[in-house]
């Protein structure tokens, strides 16, 4: 497994920036049945950059890759996650992964320094919560654009009403967008003008 990126400094690193396995993925692509075995790779730009060969044992995975953790040396490692399961709504059982280090039942284990360990282990935070507010604005807009059928970005010029669609609705999700465009929009000038403003001051 490769390095994994280094998180940001100013605040909790986010979860994208580590490499994860879902547990339900793993079931999906080769159920969880003991004996079975499972490779997953990531890619970057087409090229494989890290890879890791799971085990299913009984009640858990063995979980074998090879780690530059930041670009130290490459290392071999193993970790035994242990497996549990629980009743469906509607039938069926859903596998978890338990946190090797707080034993929390969890979807995801992210991959640190030699070690799979859940995103509260190694303090992620999601996307959603790092996000500024104008990043937030933007997204609702987008979350309108989406139900408009219209294409993602506030700088894109307004699809119009879609087929089929009440004029009533139509108005009101018009007015939500022009709502999060324009806070969005606001809060984006402001930025600009401290950037301008600290750039000012260099000169
Ligand atoms: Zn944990």
Same mark, same amino acid.
């Given at each position: 497994? *490769? ?16 490499? /994860? ?9 080769? !159920?969880?049945?003991? *004996? ?6 990531? !890619? ?12 299913? +044992? ?5 979980? /074998? ?5 930041? *670009? ?35 979807? $995801?284990?992210? /991959? ?12 992620? %935070? ?9 990043? =937030? %604005?933007?997204? !609702? ?6 139900? =408009?059928?219209?294409?993602? *970005?506030? #700088?894109?010029?307004?699809? +119009? ?11 009101? $999700? ?19 003008? !401290? #950037?301008?403003?600290? $750039? /000012?001051?260099?000169?």
């Amino acid at each position: 497994m *490769g390095s994994s990126n280094s998180g940001r400094r100013d605040g909790k690193p986010c979860v994208d920036q580590f490499r /994860s396995i879902d547990v339900r993925r793993v079931h999906r692509d080769c !159920r969880l049945i003991p *004996g079975n075995v499972f490779c997953r790779t990531w !890619r970057r730009n087409e090229t494989e950059v890290a890879s890791i060969l799971g085990r299913v +044992g009984n009640d858990c995975v063995v979980l /074998s890759y090879r780690q530059s953790w930041r *670009g130290g040396p490459w290392r071999d490692c193993a970790n035994t996650i242990l497996l549990d399961w629980t009743d469906c709504h509607y039938g069926g059982k859903r596998p978890w992964w338990i946190c090797p280090s707080c034993d929390r039942r969890v979807a $995801l284990l992210y /991959s640190g320094d030699g070690v799979y360990a859940c995103r509260h282990c190694f303090q992620l %935070a999601y996307r959603s919560q790092r996000e500024t507010e104008e990043d =937030l %604005a933007a997204r !609702r807009a987008n979350h309108v654009r989406d139900r =408009l059928g219209w294409p993602h *970005g506030i #700088l894109n010029m307004p699809g +119009g009403r879609p087929k089929g669609m009440h004029w009533k609705t139509y108005a009101e $999700l018009l007015g939500e967008h022009n709502e999060h465009s324009g806070e969005a929009l606001k809060l984006f000038g402001q930025s600009l003008e !401290r #950037l301008l403003s600290k $750039l /000012s001051c260099l000169q």
